[in-house]
């Protein structure tokens, strides 16, 4: 505490100085997948229909990888030198692997997987000469086999107890370079391509006697083949080269062009067949499409992938595609910039994709007929007369109710009209179910259904209430459909206490829902009606305002005595009068302390200043210097809204305490 001295002079001028206080003042068709298969080199995949397993062969890294159908690694063999082609046994009992590098001192071979066990079953040493590519054809085991400048075909005999190895199938001994090899399942014929030069050569076998013999041979156009397959039945073989871009079909009778798949992205690089012909084209685009998929006998894609994700990642890897063998997925391997390798696991490839567009009125009347329009748009044209599912979600159905079907027209258009019972947000959904040439997909709109307006009031607005009195709120509610309750929130003021709701429940007979609430500030009370099918939601506002508590006791007086019509405190000039307030708590509050004295009957300003309150509400100040006696005083703490540190109640002036010098 620190004094100030009160002169009571006639002309008097009281000021107050620095004062110390005593104490301390928050589509619907299963989901394509990508993993990483942990390699950074690709040579061949293969998909085991069987045991549902993807084999990938690592050739930098000496292995095998072997994967379920969502990606996860389950197993690896490894010390496979170079291991690149790969073949599955008809009956998927056995993974057949080209292993072209020595490692550990074994010789070049085709090494027999255990697809059950995944472990190697069997090794067929072919001597040192790089063996790459594999295929069956004929029930023998046929691989391609050289090194720049030089290759030929080599066989195993499966059937033979010895599994003998011969080599130079190809007396003619066209072959510069190892070549890729392909036959349908089941077949004599053994289809081969010179890859990675500036030409493209192919070869047809027939391998039914055991031996290779040639029938027909030819150098095709474009050059660097990169991959082939071919078509179930043996009549076709697509081939994925450079140049050109589009993957070009040639008949396996006589090498003749029989066609061929689109492609504008990139240069063709990869291609698979599956057991019902569809084709699965692929190219090396870092930007667009990198793969397309053709239903037999369809010269126009029924499914597209941009496989990059956006122009950074994600390349098809050369030869790079597997299906499985019932056409539910499609494996892609894709290599990123880093030359890290991903599994892509794409679901239902031979679905094309479809989109629902609804187009519904922005607003509408309640119970009035409106009308809901839109297309069924894909790339393989759905049949007319195809049924759309249509759902509608509102305030009384939220989880939605399905009330028909539209029909699909020639053009993919439907449309078809309702009249929404509720009013609100109302949602129609249409939904196509798929089938088995299309991906199933939905589409919705959303309508803005008129409500009726009720009323809604609240007792008390712009009351002022003191600290903490009990004060009954009313709300009154007008005419609804169902809803009949009201919620009651009150928002003190001031950043540190929450709206929050008081009380909700049901109006009564009369429409009135009332609450007790107790106001410790000023406080903005908020009643709300949400709304119900037929009327529209409404909210209503009351503002109280709420005093402080304050009180100011004297001390060190000498007595107290009532006159004047008030008690006075008396001290004697030389005693230093203490003025205590208690005033409600806040950060930062201050009190203003105000002093008057009487002079020919009339009270005058004798001068104020703020004090700040400590943690407790408490302010004292005593009032030192030399007192004139014969004056009578009086003096009161108040709390001024927004001049005392903060406006969260309303101005609150304490009692008036009096008091007298005497000598």
Known sequence: MQRRTLSTALAVTLTFGSVALTTGVAGTAMADDQRGLGVV????????????????????????????????????????????????????????????????????????????????????????????????????????????????????????????VTLDADAAKPWSAAPLLD???????????????????????????????????KTVAGSELRDLSVTPDGGRIVLAAQDPYNHVTYKTSDLTSDGKYSNTAGSANSVAVAPDGTVAAGNDTYFGQGLNVYRPGRAASVRDYDLVNGGSTGRLATAGLGWAPDRSRLFAVTEAQDNNYDLRILNNPTKAVTSVSVTAPAKSDRAKKLTVKGK??????????????????????????????????????FSFTNSPPSGGKVTYSLSYAGDADHLASSGSDTVDVSRAATSLGLSNNNKTYDYAKSVKFTAHLGKTYKNRKVEIWADPHGSDRPNKLVKSGTVNSNGDFSVTYKPTRDTRLTARFTGDARYAPKTVASTVYTRVKVSTSISRQYKNKNVYGQTYAYFHQATVPLFTTSMTAYPHRRQRLQIEY??????????????????????????????????????????????????????????????????
């Open 376 to 413: 069924l748009t894909s790339k393989v044209a759905v049949p007319a007369g195809t049924k759309l599912t249509i759902t509608r979600k509102d305030l009384t159905n939220p989880s939605g109710l399905k009330i028909g079907t539209a029909t699909v027209a020639a053009n993919g258009t």
């Open 183 to 217: 036959a349908a399942p089941g077949s004599n014929s053994l289809v081969a391509g010179l890859p990675g030069l500036a030409w493209t050569e192919v070869g047809v076998y027939d391998v039914s006697s055991g031996t290779a013999t040639a029938t027909a041979r």
């Open 41 to 164: 080199s690709f040579g061949d995949i293969v998909v085991d229909g069987v045991h549902q397993r993807v084999f990938v062969s690592d050739p930098s890294g000496d292995r095998i990888v072997v994967t379920d159908y969502q990606g996860n690694r389950v197993k690896e063999l490894s010390r496979l030198g170079g291991v690149r082609g790969l073949e599955l046994s008809a009956d998927s009992g056995t993974l057949y692997a080209t292993v072209p590098d020595n490692v550990g001192g074994t010789a070049d071979a085709i090494v027999a997987v255990d697809t059950a066990t995944a472990t190697e079953s069997a090794r067929y040493a072919t001597g040192d000469v790089n063996p790459q590519s594999v295929a069956l054809a004929g029930g023998k085991l046929w691989f391609g086999y050289g090194t720049p400048g030089t290759g030929n075909i080599g066989s195993v005999d499966l059937t033979d107890p010895e599994h003998k």
């Open 598 to 663: 009487f002079y020919e009957g009339t009270w005058y300003e004798g001068g104020s200043q703020y004090f700040a309150l400590d943690s407790s509400g408490i302010s004292r100040v005593e009032l030192g210097g030399t007192h004139d006696i014969g004056f009578r005083f009086r003096i009161r703490s108040s709390y001024l809204d927004g001049a005392s540190g903060d406006n969260v109640n309303t101005t609150t002036h304490g009692a008036w305490k009096y008091f007298i010098f005497t000598s």
